[in-house]
């Protein structure tokens, strides 16, 4: 079993900066995907960006050169740098990755969540 801790979620005001984390630990023997979503109230929850284990990235339109995600493979985590802040970024963040065990099974884990307020 594996468990995802995020952390770095709060409140911010509008073009500050927040740093979100999330660590993987237990039985882990390769994590090949880690990416972030998040989710408001009454709509679905979206991609905001993704890395793969070479290290190529993928990023929603709407964060594009405001937000960079970065991993480190040695601690099992994955960051998301967020400048800019625009108060439509206001959400529950969550991490997920896919995680391959000593098995070579590989399954799909998700964070409990992080809220991210931007707001004067």
């Known amino acids: 079993q594996v468990q995802l801790v995020e952390s770095g979620g709060g409140l911010v005001q509008p073009g500050g900066s927040l740093r979100l984390s999330c660590a993987a630990s237990?039985?882990?023997?390769?994590?090949?995907?880690m990416g972030w979503h998040r989710q408001v109230p009454g709509k679905k929850r979206e991609l905001v960006a993704n890395i793969r284990r070479a290290g190529s990235t993928d990023y929603a339109d709407s964060v594009k050169g405001r937000f960079t995600i970065s991993r480190d493979d040695v601690r099992n985590t994955v960051y998301l740098q967020m400048n800019n802040l625009k108060p439509e970024d206001t959400a529950v963040y969550y991490c997920?990755?896919?995680?391959?065990?000593?098995?070579?099974?590989?399954?799909?884990?998700w964070g409990q969540g992080t809220q991210v307020t931007v707001s004067a």
């Open positions: 237990g039985s882990i023997f390769s994590i090949f995907f």
């Open positions: 997920n990755m896919d995680v391959a065990d000593a098995d070579f099974r590989i399954n799909a884990y």
